[in-house]
């Protein structure tokens, strides 16, 4: 009998493959968003964090729902016994669903900041214009460098939790994303909680909104994937692969990048490192077999 599961290691190199095209999708959708000019307010980077957890939660519990037969009564006995009877092992979930959240907002941040420097938004003098698209090059620098050591430390945590027990993937996720839609709903009540008083939450959404929301909520998914069944050097690898894609894109097809020679240097490095992680040597032809 033939399994309809597909083998790990098919599915390790199938969640990175997906990972890079939808990290590369989200970012240049992401930009996009970001920079459309609009009549009305633009959406708030806060909303689109909790939506898209509130969307992976929602799919994560279909999903559950499918792994125990379309069966509600199986389902909600399996997430209360995993998530109110297991109150410590649900806690340990809440360590990286904050540094993801963090995460997220940087990642708007960083990517206005500098859209920012590379736009060069109109002011009122020349003198004007450099000092603010200095400061947000400085923003969106700190902001991406935040992120990168944020990620590693999230991504290692929830790495460890998902390797040490034999619990679902998407009942981990739901777990995570609980946590990630409460601080996050907190962080936008703090944040922007007059603007949502305001105009609502969902203020300059529109169809490229929803979009940047999917793919965000479809790459929370696709990490906790890589991570069970990769690690998370090798997904730190597909999202390094992911920029370049990204930056390759900018460049011939939106012409608004020019990398420079330090960044070629850079994309090497990242390509060679790839290879040599992945890379198993063949043993020598006079290597005696034990």
Not at 42 to 59: N, Q
Not at 188 to 199: A, I, L, T
Request: with cysteine; charged share 15%; aromatic share 12%.
């Amino acid at each position: 009998m033939v399994s309809s599961t597909p083998h790990p290691s098919r599915l390790k190199y199938l969640s990175l493959g997906v990972l890079v095209l939808q990290t590369t999708s989200l970012v240049l959708t992401m930009r996009y968003s970001r920079t459309l000019k609009e009549d009305g307010p633009r959406y708030l980077a806060s909303s689109a964090v909790v939506t898209a957890e509130v969307l992976k939660i929602f799919t994560c519990t279909f999903l559950v729902f499918m792994e125990n037969k379309y069966s509600l009564r199986a389902m909600n006995l399996l997430l209360k016994e995993e998530i109110v009877k297991k109150p410590v092992e649900t806690m340990k979930l809440a360590v990286p669903a904050g540094i993801y959240t963090l995460q997220n907002n940087l990642l708007y941040v960083a990517l206005s900041n500098l859209d920012a420097a590379t736009y060069q938004w109109p002011t009122k003098s020349t003198g004007e214009q450099k000092v603010l698209t200095a400061g947000s090059q400085v923003v969106g620098v700190v902001a991406v460098l935040m992120a990168c050591v944020s990620s590693g430390f999230a991504g290692v945590y929830f790495e460890k939790i998902l390797k040490e027990t034999k619990q679902s993937v998407w009942v981990r996720n739901i777990q995570l994303g609980l946590f990630s839609f409460l601080l996050g709903f907190l962080g936008m009540m703090v944040y922007d909680g007059q603007s949502v008083r305001q105009s609502g939450m969902f203020q300059g959404y529109n169809a490229i909104t929803w979009t940047v929301v999917v793919l965000q909520a479809v790459g929370g998914l696709v990490v906790a994937v890589v991570i069970k069944y990769a690690d998370n050097i090798l997904k730190g690898f597909a999202t390094s692969v992911s920029i370049i894609m990204s930056t390759l894109i900018s460049y011939f097809l939106l012409n608004d990048f020019h990398p420079t020679g330090v960044f070629f240097l850079g994309a090497m490095l990242v390509i060679a490192a790839t290879f040599l992680y992945g890379y198993q040597g063949k043993p020598a032809n006079g290597a005696v077999k034990v």
